[in-house]
C-alpha cells in the first residue's frame, strides 16, 4: 500500500470549509484513497472513499488530483462536533482490500 | 443501522484473570476486524476474519485469542495478559465497499 503524508495538525474556525490535504505520491492505479476520522475516545468513523473522480456524500468531498498523486477531504461547513484526528489511508487490491494501516493523521481543531 | 456494537466499555483485569472481549454487528457483513490502540497513537490491527474463518493473524501473542462464532459476532479472548496491554480495543465491520464500521471500544486495564 502507498504510504500517505497528513499535516500532524490543522485549525479551523466554526462554520468555515475545513480542507484537510494527503499526500500519496507513490499511489498506484488500483489503490483507492479512504479517509475516517476519529472524535476523541471513540472508534474510527468512515468517511468517504474514491479511486480518481471526486466524491461527496452528506459528510464531505473528496477532491483528488488528476494525478492522484494527492487528495483534498472537504468538510463544507465545520463544527465543533468535527474536531478530530482525520486519517487518509491508500488500500490495495493486492491485500484484497483487508488490511487497513493508519498514519498518525491529522488533527483538527474546530474553533468557535 | 451501521452500528458495531462492543462489551464491556470497560474492563479491569488481573494478570492471571482470563476474560472476553464481545463484539456484534447486524449488517450482514462477512468480514470482522480486531484493533488494538494504545493513548495517542493510531488503531493497529490484530485479526481479521472472512467468512467466519480467520485470515489474517498480525503476529498477535497467543495470549490474546479470537474467535467468530459465526457472521455476527467476533470475540476476543484474554488470559495472562501483561500491564503493556492496557489499551483500548476495537471491532469493526467490512462493508461492500471494503469501508469499514467501527465499535466504540473496550478499554481495557491490566493490572
Known amino acids: 500500500d502507498a504510504k500517505t503524508t497528513q499535516p500532524p495538525s490543522m485549525d479551523c474556525a466554526e462554520g468555515r470549509a475545513a480542507n484537510l490535504p494527503c499526500n500519496h505520491s507513490?499511489?498506484?492505479?488500483?489503490?483507492?484513497v479512504y479517509w475516517y476520522r476519529q472524535i476523541h475516545s471513540q472508534g474510527p468513523q468512515y468517511i468517504i472513499h474514491?479511486?480518481?473522480n471526486n466524491e461527496t456524500n452528506e459528510m464531505a468531498s473528496l477532491i483528488i488530483t488528476e494525478d492522484r498523486k494527492s487528495s483534498t477531504l472537504i468538510l463544507p461547513h465545520a463544527t465543533l462536533r468535527d474536531t478530530a484526528v482525520y486519517y487518509c489511508?491508500?488500500?490495495?487490491?493486492?491485500?484484497?482490500?483487508?488490511?487497513?494501516?493508519f498514519g498518525t493523521g491529522t488533527r483538527l481543531l474546530v474553533s468557535p | 443501522d451501521t452500528e458495531v456494537t462492543q462489551t464491556p466499555k470497560h474492563l479491569v483485569m488481573g494478570m492471571t484473570n482470563k476474560k472476553s472481549l464481545k463484539c456484534e454487528q447486524h449488517?450482514?457483513?462477512?468480514?470482522m476486524y480486531w484493533y488494538k490502540q494504545k493513548a495517542k497513537k493510531p488503531p493497529e490491527l490484530m485479526f481479521v476474519?472472512?467468512?467466519?474463518?480467520?485470515?489474517i493473524n498480525e503476529s498477535v501473542p497467543s495470549r490474546f485469542s479470537p474467535e467468530c462464532p459465526n457472521s455476527s459476532l467476533l470475540n476476543l479472548h484474554l488470559h495472562a495478559l501483561q500491564p503493556e496491554d492496557s489499551a483500548l480495543y476495537l471491532c469493526?465491520?467490512?462493508?461492500?465497499?471494503?469501508?469499514?464500521?467501527f465499535g466504540p471500544g473496550t478499554r481495557l486495564t491490566v493490572t
Open positions: 474514491g479511486l480518481k
Open positions: 449488517m450482514g457483513h462477512r468480514a
Open positions: 507513490t499511489i498506484s492505479g488500483n489503490e483507492y
Open positions: 469493526a465491520s467490512r462493508g461492500s465497499s471494503y469501508e469499514q464500521y
Open positions: 476474519y472472512s467468512y467466519e474463518k480467520l485470515s
Open positions: 489511508i491508500v488500500r490495495s487490491l493486492n491485500t484484497g482490500f483487508q488490511k487497513l494501516v
